[in-house]
């Protein structure tokens, strides 16, 4: 079965064209990071204008680039939440509108299942049940996976996620946004034993996080710090992140010892993180469990982790129905 996915939950507008929920035939991602650039952040209506303008050039794009024509198609998935909810209409009715005009069927996607499935349109993905890490700007979770279209939370953020601690971090320390990468390359030069800052919840017996006292821990040090801090922004950024990888990694491997798994996959825009993926793989593979991540394009949001799901949805029998709306929280 071929599938069109769309996906406009934040700042991204893309479109996929997947088959049997597995192969992809063309992903295309229209990124608006530079509109959002100058604010330090997404700003919300820009976001909706910008994926209104996309949203044609960007399927038109991933049909040419899969060699078909939109006869081709036989169901599209689309997000349905959790995300922003002007950005998340612009892809929910347009997928609506043109499954009304083809008479295929469609269906509503959740962001973060998508993003949890994004290992299986990879060349190695877990067997069932594995252990998922759910890692993004707007989500930390940890979830038991038992199949395509169920996945337990174990736990969860109880404040900010780990990327919006790495977004909000770059933009204290001015170094541009999203700060997640560029992060990632300055700690590489840093040294992330020289400042210490504090692994918030490693202690504790559940799976949740807290980021939020982390993050004001950095503001404290660059405070007290007022004239050093600019020359050992890797150091700092380093020790950060370092804080942020131990707690995620040490609750990822706990959540599969207590589950029996032997398998974690590492999903979301963080995953894309190099300290992270190397963190996690060694970690785990001291205690034999295995880990699972998308490559770096499968990492970030895309609309062919959307229709990968789609496709197990509609093949279960499940499909949208015209009064559906989106939603801008998980419930
Ligand atoms: O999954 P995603 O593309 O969008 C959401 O659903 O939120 O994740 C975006 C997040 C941003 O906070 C960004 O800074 C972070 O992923 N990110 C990274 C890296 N690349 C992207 N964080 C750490 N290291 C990276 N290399
Ligand atoms: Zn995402």
Not at 182 to 211: E, M, N
């Amino acid at each position: 079965m071929i599938i069109l996915g769309i996906e406009s939950s934040c700042d991204e507008t893309a479109a996929a064209v997947v088959k049997d929920g597995c192969c992809i035939r063309s992903t295309v991602v229209s990124s608006q990071v530079q509109v959002h650039h100058r604010y330090g952040g997404v700003v919300p209506e820009l976001a909706s204008r910008k994926h209104i303008e996309a949203i044609v050039p960007v399927v038109d794009e991933a049909l040419a680039e899969a060699r078909l024509q939109l006869a081709d198609i036989e169901a599209i998935a689309v997000t349905r939440g959790p995300g922003l909810v002007g950005a998340l209409l612009v892809g929910f009715s347009f997928a609506k509108s043109l499954a009304y005009a083809l008479q295929i069927p469609w269906v509503g996607v959740n962001h973060l299942e998508g993003h949890i499935y994004s290992v299986f349109i990879e060349p190695d993905p877990p067997s069932f049940p594995y252990i998922a890490l759910l890692v993004s700007g707007g989500h930390t979770s940890i979830y038991y996976v038992t199949d395509h279209t169920s996945a337990e939370l174990m736990g969860q953020t109880r404040d900010d996620a780990a990327g919006e601690a790495f977004d909000k971090v770059a933009k204290m320390l001015d170094l541009g946004y999203p700060g997640g990468h560029i992060i990632d390359r300055l700690a590489a030069d840093g040294d992330c034993k020289k400042i210490k800052f504090p692994r918030p919840y490693l202690d504790k017996s559940d799976f949740d996080f807290s980021f939020s006292g982390l993050k004001t821990a950095v503001l404290r040090y660059i405070t007290n710090h007022p004239r050093a801090f600019k020359k050992q922004i890797p150091d700092i950024v380093a020790g950060f992140q370092e804080a942020v990888l131990d707690v995620l990694s040490y609750k990822a491997i706990r959540a599969a010892a207590e589950t029996g798994c032997d398998r974690i996959a590492l999903v979301g825009g963080v995953a894309a993180n190099s300290r992270l993926r190397e963190k996690l793989t060694t970690d785990a593979g001291l205690k034999g469990i295995s880990v699972h991540i998308p490559s770096l394009p499968l990492c970030g949001d895309n609309a062919a982790m959307i229709a990968g799901v789609g496709y197990h949805y509609i093949k279960a029998g499940m499909q949208g129905e015209w009064g559906d709306d989106v939603f801008s929280r998980s419930k």
